[in-house]
Nanobody, 123 residues
Framework: VQLQASGGGAVQTGGSLRLSCAVS????????MAWFRQAPGKEREFVAA????????DYADAVKGRFTISRDNGANMLYLQMSSLRAEDTAVYYC?????????????????WGQGTLVTVSS
């Protein structure tokens, strides 16, 4: 399983960005997926997760109501729509595929990782 994240960039406070993650596998719909992020000098943290079908989602409190995770199983794509961005959202964002179909919030439960895409939010 290979993951390729894209869509990061520089945006002003209050702006929006959409991250994408292309996943190369024949078993995309057998994996729960997630986004994590890592800010400079901080540990990697959970952002959002989505079940194998897309029917269930989970979000970190810090992004609830501002970010939306979604997936397209027909296209092997994962997305993160980010709105009302804040300076504290600045980080490298990583997409990840779980070991199986169960949705988790811990990084250790995700087996496959993309290379990360940088999001910089400034005023």
């Amino acid at each position: 399983v290979q993951l390729q994240a894209s869509g990061g960039g520089a945006v002003q406070t209050g702006g929006s960005l959409r991250l994408s993650c292309a996943v190369s596998t024949d078993t995309f719909d057998r994996h729960a997926m997630a986004w994590f992020r890592q800010a400079p000098g901080k540990e990697r943290e959970f952002v959002a997760a989505i079940s194998w079908s897309g029917g269930r989602t989970d979000y970190a409190d810090a992004v609830k109501g501002r970010f939306t995770i979604s997936r397209d199983n027909g296209a092997n794509m994962l997305y993160l729509q980010m709105s009302s961005l804040r300076a504290e959202d600045t980080a490298v964002y990583y997409c990840a595929a779980s070991w199986g179909m169960i949705m988790y919030t811990a990084a250790a439960d995700y087996k496959y990782w993309g290379q990360g895409t940088l999001v910089t939010v400034s005023s």
